[in-house]
């Protein structure tokens, strides 16, 4: 990279992150591409508010939220490290494409505790896509390139099924513990370990991971979420702000099993020695 297209890639990047911030603000709320609003009181945001300066609703004076900026910023910074590392076999562009998906996926999880059912809808064929062309760059070179399609779709639709398999049973037995723990308590428990868009994302990532690596990649994001859910149990309990069956969203943490294994698989590999 020449310090020439630095500026080149940062656009890129913080364009991506607009679009980011853009599919957070407008799908949880209309699950649809809109005009942007304001998040607050609903009017409609001037383009030029919204995309660029000032990031203020016209008509009630609100702000954008902080997110916006923190999006920007690091995809801003991704693509510029994706433009030196990207992932070996996607290249910069699917990489960026990729961790987009991601971005938007992790973003509403966080803020709405959703996983919304369109945006499974263009993760499954996305996943699918790009799980084909990431086994058929592996295949063997020697063989025909219609037994290497052949090969990268049944390994990605093997692993989409694993994936999903894997992650219904686990959504099955957190709907029996909350069950039981309703009836013990004699009272009703709203907060749910996982949703079903936790399923349909594992679906998501095995397709893309195919079946041999997406057990790695949800045990990953098992380590993952202990390591983050022990840590933030602590932080609430020094603040006596704990209160029982705390619901943190799982969808960060599955995106970031499966981020290891396309963006850091040599640091893994390394990390395992």
Not at 98 to 110: E, P, W
């Amino acid at each position: 990279m020449t310090i020439f297209s630095i500026p080149f890639i940062v656009v890129i990047g913080w364009a991506v992150g607009a679009g980011v911030n853009y599919l957070a603000d407008v799908l949880p709320w209309k699950r649809a591409l809109t005009r942007p609003f304001c998040l607050k009181c609903q009017a409609q945001f001037p383009q030029k508010n919204y995309w660029f300066w000032p990031r203020r609703c016209p008509a009630c004076g609100a702000r954008r939220p902080w997110r916006t900026l923190a999006v920007e910023v690091f995809f801003s910074l991704a693509a510029i490290w994706l433009w030196q590392y990207p992932s070996p076999p996607l290249g910069f562009w699917l990489s960026l494409l990729l961790l987009a998906y991601f971005g938007v996926v992790v973003v509403i999880d966080i803020e709405y505790h959703l996983i919304l059912h369109p945006v499974s809808l263009v993760g499954t064929v996305l996943g699918l896509a790009l799980g084909v062309w990431w086994r058929t760059q592996q295949f063997d070179p020697s063989m025909s390139s219609l037994a290497a399609w052949w090969f990268g779709l049944w390994t990605s639709l093997a692993g989409g099924a694993l994936g999903f398999g894997i992650m219904f049973f686990f959504y099955g037995l957190g709907g029996l513990f909350m069950r039981l723990m309703n009836r013990l308590r004699a009272e009703t428990v709203e907060e749910d370990a996982l949703g079903f868009g936790d399923v349909n994302l594992s679906g998501v990532l095995g397709l893309l991971l195919g079946w041999h690596l997406i057990p790695v990649g949800l045990f990953l994001s098992v380590l993952l979420a202990g390591g983050f859910s022990l840590l933030y149990l602590i932080i609430k309990l020094f603040t006596r702000r704990y209160h029982a069956f705390m619901a943190l969203p799982y969808g960060p943490f599955l995106v970031a099993g499966a981020a290891c294994l396309v963006y850091f698989p040599q640091g893994l590999l390394n990390l395992l020695r």
